[in-house]
Nanobody, 124 residues
Framework: QVQLVESGGGSVQAGGSLRLSCAAS????????MGWFRQAPGKEREGVAE????????YYADSVKGRFTISQDNAKNTVYLQMNSLKPEDTAMYYC?????????????????WGQGTQVTVSS
């Protein structure tokens, strides 16, 4: 059974940083895509960052480029999201997703596995 467990969320002030982790169990990394999505109250889930596990190529939403960095540690079956220069508009529940064959599509329907989410709150 595949499980994705996110951690690292919390409350920070604007300009602060957080690092999210997504630990995968029951899942073998292959050449596909893992990603981070977020969903604010009353809004649709949106893609934030994706990484192609086969080669390390990364993709970012325009709203987070230059501030967020996605990375992977294959030995630990873990994907990270380093978030710097956080803004109040980054406040959302952040979800890890795995097993998409279409990196860069930002489509929630392309992902087969999802974590439960971790809350990020940025105050001004």
């Amino acid at each position: 059974q595949v499980q994705l467990v996110e951690s690292g969320g919390g409350s920070v002030q604007a300009g602060g940083s957080l690092r999210l982790s997504c630990a995968a169990s029951g899942y073998t990394y292959s050449s596909n895509c893992m990603g981070w999505f977020r969903q604010a109250p009353g809004k649709e889930r949106e893609g934030v960052a994706e990484i192609y596990t086969g080669g390390g190529s990364t993709y970012y939403a325009d709203s987070v480029k230059g501030r967020f960095t996605i990375s992977q540690d294959n030995a630990k079956n873990t994907v990270y999201l380093q978030m710097n220069s956080l803004k109040p508009e980054d406040t959302a529940m952040y979800y890890c997703a795995a097993d998409s064959e279409l990196c860069g599509s930002w489509s929630v329907y392309e992902y087969n596995y999802w974590g439960q989410g971790t809350q990020v709150t940025v105050s001004s």
